[in-house]
C-alpha cells in the first residue's frame, strides 16, 4: 500500500492551495484519513480527518478555512486550504488507516509529505 500526496507549493498570504492524496495497493476498506503537518523545529501536528462516513474534526487553527473531504471510489482524501497564513507553512503529511482483507487488522500508513509555503 502507498499513499502519494500532492499539490503543495508556494503561496502568497490570503491564497489557496489544494492537496490530495490517493491511496494505491491491496485494500479492502479505508478507515479515517486525515492530513498532518510539520513546521520547522516543531513536532508533527493533527490538522483534519474525516471518517469513512464522513465526519470531520480539525485542529482549532484551520476552522473555518480549510476542508478535508474524501472520494471513497478513488480512495483519495484532499485538503482545500484557504485564507493561507504564513504560519501554515510546514509539510504536510497524508494518513490513512487501511485493511488489506476482509479479515486483516486495521494498519496506519503516511504518504511522503508535501510542502507548503505561505508567504508574507
Known amino acids: 500500500v502507498q499513499l502519494q500526496a500532492s499539490g503543495g507549493g508556494l503561496v502568497q498570504a490570503g491564497g489557496s492551495l489544494r492537496l490530495s492524496c490517493a491511496a494505491s495497493?491491496?485494500?479492502?476498506?479505508?478507515?479515517?484519513m486525515g492530513w498532518y503537518r510539520q513546521a520547522p523545529g516543531k513536532q508533527r501536528e493533527l490538522v483534519a480527518t474525516?471518517?469513512?462516513?464522513?465526519?470531520?474534526n480539525y485542529v482549532d487553527s484551520v476552522k473555518g478555512r480549510f476542508t478535508i473531504s474524501r472520494d471513497n471510489a478513488k480512495n483519495t482524501v484532499y485538503l482545500q486550504m484557504n485564507s493561507l497564513k504564513p504560519e501554515d507553512t510546514a509539510v504536510y503529511y497524508c494518513?490513512?488507516?487501511?485493511?488489506?482483507?476482509?479479515?486483516?487488522?486495521?494498519?496506519?500508513?503516511w504518504g511522503q509529505g508535501t510542502l507548503v509555503t505561505v508567504s508574507s
Open positions: 495497493g491491496s485494500i479492502f476498506s479505508i478507515n479515517v
Open positions: 474525516i471518517t469513512s462516513d464522513g465526519s470531520t
Open positions: 494518513n490513512a488507516d487501511i485493511r488489506r482483507s476482509p479479515w486483516g487488522s486495521l494498519s496506519d500508513y
